[in-house]
Nanobody
Framework: VQLQASGGGSVQAGGSLRLSCAAS????????MGWYRQVSGNRRELVAT???????NYVDSVKGRFTISRDGAKNTVYLQMNNLKPADTTVYYC??????????WGKGTQVTVSS
């Protein structure tokens, strides 16, 4: 499975961006998909995940502002980010959990929010 993320960019505070992550290869092995972002110390913080059954999960700091969705036909997961804040500035990573227990990561995409 390979993941290709896109959609990052620069916006002013209060603006919106939509991230996309397309899966290719053995995509039928994917269980959950999600978005993480880099925080201090090179750690990655969970932003949002969505299960195969469509149930989403969000970190508290983005609830009400971000929406994760999944298009099974296109093997693509989206992260709609509204009311962006400077604190949201960082690199965002797409991830997929496979039924083998393996985690797959895409390359990061930069999101920059100016005040």
């Amino acid at each position: 499975v390979q993941l290709q993320a896109s959609g990052g960019g620069s916006v002013q505070a209060g603006g919106s961006l939509r991230l996309s992550c397309a899966a290719s290869g053995s995509s039928w092995k994917i269980k959950n998909m999600g978005w993480y972002r880099q925080v201090s110390g090179n750690r990655r913080e969970l932003v949002a995940t969505i299960a195969n059954n469509g149930i989403p999960n969000y970190v508290d700091s983005v609830k009400g502002r971000f929406t994760i969705s999944r298009d099974g036909a296109k093997n693509t997961v989206y992260l709609q980010m509204n009311n962006l804040k400077p604190a949201d500035t960082t690199v965002y990573y797409c991830s997929a959990d496979l039924d083998s227990g393996e985690d797959v990561w895409g390359k990061g995409t930069q999101v920059t929010v100016s005040s």
